[in-house]
Structures are given as structure tokens and as C-alpha cells.
């Protein structure tokens, strides 16, 4: 008859040996890659080739990696494109002149507040993205075009 103790290790043993076939089933099918096929226009697949004949890669390694390096890019846009939507209007005008170059007294004249409230405008965009400075704010929204904020708000 078994003691208490061996009990107790027969039925750890059993449960750690049916994790670990269940962990070794579940990475096996997480890191088992199936082939992607897909259709490029001849200008992307001789930069394909090029590349990896420079780096000594397969065609389907150099994909690989462009297209993972293109999915962590569309989801960082999209993740930005939600916080900008967080920002409230007045939010999006100080935080769109900022990023065509106006100071922060520029943008206060510009929209008649007060520089402090300019500022109030500015940090609170900052910190709905989740960054500490304004040249974080610049730096993620280099891509944008805020060309349609460069207009005279006096009209208002």
C-alpha cells in the first residue's frame, strides 16, 4: 500500500507529464509554419532578389522578413491613428501645429488662448499617447500630413 507521500508524487508526476505533452502539442502547432503564397509585381520581386543576393538570404527569408517588418508598421499606425482619436479637437489643432514647427507661443497666438493653455492642450495630447515630450509627439507623427491645420484660425 502506497504512503501518503508517494501518493503525492505519483500524482504530480502524472500531472507534470500531462502538462508537459500538452505545452509540446500547443508549441509545436504555434511554431509549425505553413506556406504563404502570394503574388508580387515584378518591380518587388527583383528588390526582393536583390536583396537577398546581397545578403546571401532566400527570396522567401527577405518576404518573410519585409512583410513581418510591414505588419509591426501597420500596427503601430493603427495604434497611433486610435490614441489621435482620443485627443479632443482643440487637442488635435495644438498637437498638429506643434508638429509643423510652431512654439508653443506661436500656437497660443495663433489660435487666441493662453499660453498656458496652449501648453495644457499640448501635454494632455503627450500624455494620451502615452510619451513624456513633445519631440516623441514629433518623432510618431512624422508621417502625417497636418497641412490643412496651417490655415488662419482668426476666422474662427
Known amino acids: 500500500m502506497a504512503n501518503g507521500a508517494e501518493i503525492i508524487r505519483e500524482n504530480l508526476w502524472h500531472t507534470l507529464t500531462t502538462f508537459f505533452r500538452a505545452a ?8 509549425r509554419k505553413k506556406p504563404l503564397r502570394i503574388s508580387v509585381d515584378d518591380e518587388t520581386r527583383l528588390a526582393i532578389e536583390k536583396v537577398a543576393d546581397q545578403n ?3 527570396l522567401e ?4 522578413e519585409w512583410l513581418s517588418f ?3 508598421e501597420y500596427k503601430q499606425a493603427r495604434e497611433i491613428k486610435e490614441k489621435w ?5 482643440r487637442e488635435k489643432t495644438v498637437a498638429a501645429l506643434s508638429c509643423l514647427g510652431y512654439s508653443d507661443q506661436e ?9 498656458g493653455t496652449a501648453r495644457t492642450h499640448l501635454y494632455n495630447a503627450i500624455y494620451k499617447f502615452g510619451i513624456k515630450q513633445k519631440g516623441e509627439l514629433h518623432f510618431l507623427l512624422r508621417h502625417w500630413d497636418f497641412s490643412d491645420f496651417d ?4 476666422v474662427d
Not at 527569408?61 to 518573410?64: F, T
Not at 482619436?85 to 479637437?89: A, D, I, N, V
Not at 490655415?151 to 482668426?154: Q, V
Open 24 to 31: 509540446k502539442g500547443l508549441f509545436g502547432a504555434l511554431t
Open 85 to 89: 482619436e482620443l485627443l479632443s479637437e
Open 56 to 58: 546571401g538570404q532566400s
Open 107 to 115: 500656437i497660443a497666438t495663433e489660435l487666441a488662448i493662453g499660453f
Open 61 to 64: 527569408g527577405v518576404a518573410a
Open 70 to 72: 510591414q505588419a509591426t
Open 151 to 154: 490655415r488662419d484660425y482668426s
